[in-house]
């Protein structure tokens, strides 16, 4: 494991891979959930060293001209944050990682954050960067439009460190909220809750999120925070959306009007701050769970798609009937089949996100095989029903089977003949993004 503190050291790394035939791992947070930092086995090279991302961790410059900022990439969400408060401005990259994970996982990824609505996914308030490759450095171009040919910036947003370890970049930044306000609004099924969403957005609201969950997901956290009465009565049908809204006040007030308007009208109930408020200084503990669930024996999961919205009902009902199917294919205790939830978390004017959740009793003897059926069943269903392999998480190693149903041959060739020119020795994360030849 090595822990530089430049570029010229991680250039320096890379070069002795490249000379020795070593495998490079960039390591920022360790928070994927897709393999993105797993070291696998393969024929060609001698060992593997991870690069561990911690110490170059300083915001360089920041431009207020520009509204941008220069940042080494190892730098940590909330670090960067600090940073960027002080001087009265905003990432506002919010990912449920947020406390644990780096700028640079964030653009190798192609991340999202809660407020994406309002600031973006990552390739959005990507600029620029420097990245060491095999080659040397290379800093993509930076300039804010060009029609000089293809953008090769392009490629590092979502690249997963298979051209290269991201040593800085360049990001646009935003002012800091002068206020933040969230409500939140019941529906009587999730149907009438797209429709409620879709026209937010094609009706030109400005929100700062649109978090959408459906029955059995609203079921699940009324259960967290209402306890065993709530659950005696099951899954009620109703299905709660939280709205948000972050700017300057008069703005988000008027946006809140119309908001309360729009909802109205495809038959949301609005039901205050109060769910909202708990929701953004709760937003972070979720997965805090997740280890008390698996020492009770619960096996817990995340999955994510994007599709439009003609599409949208049709993929939640067939992925969360391939969950289900699942789930009691590979229970291994059939009082307590488990259950699968989703939201709609991320969303846009011709479609939207969907992330599911899986929490099941876990079959102490052949986890991995359970959770690869369960795993198998819902991206079968979701590249089945149109939707794409991945909103946020990234390829990794769990996704790569289902890349090619939504590159095409030609697609994956021309990313494998770019991994090829600038790695021919396929030291860079081997096995993520693209299978190893």
């Keep these: 494991m090595f822990y530089p503190k430049t570029a010229a050291e991680v250039e320096q790394l890379v070069a002795y891979a490249v000379e020795h035939r070593v495998a490079l791992i960039p390591y920022g947070g360790g928070s994927s959930v897709v393999g993105g930092v797993t070291p696998l086995h393969t024929q060609t090279q001698h060992a593997v060293i991870t690069v561990d991302m911690a110490c170059m961790n300083q915001v360089l410059t920041i431009d207020k001209t520009t509204m941008t900022a220069h940042v080494q990439a190892?730098?940590?969400?909330?670090?960067?944050?600090?940073?960027?408060?002080?001087?009265?401005?905003?990432?506002?990259?919010?990912?449920?990682?947020?406390?644990?994970?780096?700028?640079?996982?964030?653009?190798?990824?192609?991340?999202?954050?809660?407020?994406?609505?309002?600031?973006?996914?990552?390739?959005?308030?990507?600029?620029?960067?420097?990245?060491?490759?095999?080659?040397?450095?290379?800093?993509?171009?930076?300039?804010?439009?060009?029609?000089?040919?293809?953008?090769?910036?392009?490629?590092?947003?979502?690249?997963?460190?298979?051209?290269?370890?991201?040593?800085?970049?360049?990001?646009?930044?935003?002012?800091?909220?002068?206020?933040?306000?969230?409500?939140?609004?019941?529906?009587?099924?999730?149907?009438?809750?797209?429709?409620?969403?879709?026209?937010?957005?094609?009706?030109?609201?400005?929100?700062?999120?649109?978090?959408?969950?459906?029955?059995?997901?609203?079921?699940?956290?009324?259960?967290?925070?209402?306890?065993?009465?709530?659950?005696?009565?099951?899954?009620?049908?109703?299905?709660?959306?939280?709205?948000?809204?972050?700017?300057?006040?008069?703005?988000?007030?008027?946006?809140?009007?119309?908001?309360?308007?729009?909802?109205?009208?495809?038959?949301?109930?609005?039901?205050?701050?109060?769910?909202?408020?708990?929701?953004?200084?709760?937003?972070?503990?979720?997965?805090?769970?997740?280890?008390?669930?698996?020492?009770?024996?619960?096996?817990?999961?995340?999955?994510?798609?994007?599709?439009?919205?003609?599409?949208?009902?049709?993929?939640h009902e067939r992925a969360s009937a391939a969950l289900e199917k699942a789930l009691a294919e590979n229970n291994p205790n059939p009082g307590a089949p488990g259950i699968a939830m989703a939201h709609l978390s991320h969303s846009y004017s011709h479609g939207a996100s969907l992330y599911f959740t899986v929490v099941f009793p876990r079959k102490t003897d052949a986890e991995v095989a359970q959770w690869l059926a369960i795993k198998k069943a819902v991206s079968d269903a979701i590249v089945e029903n149109g939707g794409t392999i991945s909103h946020h998480h990234g390829v990794g190693t769990d996704h790569l089977p289902w890349l090619a149903a939504e590159k095409g041959i030609l697609g994956i060739e021309l990313l494998q003949a770019v991994k090829a020119k600038v790695d021919p020795h396929y030291i860079m994360n081997p096995g993520k993004l693209l299978e190893m030849p």
């Design 74 to 315: 190892g730098i940590y969400g909330p670090a960067l944050e600090a940073a960027l408060q002080a001087e009265g401005l905003t990432l506002g990259h919010y990912p449920q990682s947020f406390e644990y994970s780096t700028l640079g996982g964030w653009i190798a990824s192609r991340g999202a954050g809660h407020q994406s609505n309002r600031y973006g996914k990552a390739e959005d308030w990507f600029i620029a960067a420097q990245i060491a490759t095999p080659l040397g450095l290379w800093t993509t171009e930076h300039f804010p439009k060009s029609a000089a040919g293809p953008q090769l910036r392009d490629l590092l947003p979502g690249s997963e460190g298979a051209f290269g370890i991201i040593t800085d970049a360049w990001i646009r930044l935003s002012p800091l909220p002068e206020t933040k306000a969230y409500r939140a609004y019941f529906f009587q099924d999730f149907e009438r809750g797209l429709q409620g969403a879709r026209a937010l957005l094609q009706e030109g609201v400005h929100t700062a999120m649109i978090r959408l969950s459906d029955a059995n997901e609203t079921f699940f956290y009324s259960v967290l925070h209402g306890g065993a009465e709530v659950a005696e009565n099951g899954p009620m049908g109703f299905c709660l959306m939280l709205v948000g809204f972050e700017g300057i006040a008069d703005q988000a007030a008027h946006e809140q009007a119309r908001t309360a308007a729009i909802l109205e009208r495809c038959g949301g109930a609005d039901m205050g701050s109060g769910f909202g408020e708990l929701w953004l200084n709760t937003r972070f503990e979720t997965p805090y769970l997740r280890d008390p669930m698996m020492d009770h024996g619960l096996g817990v999961d995340t999955m994510e798609t994007a599709i439009d919205w003609a599409r949208l009902p049709r993929l």
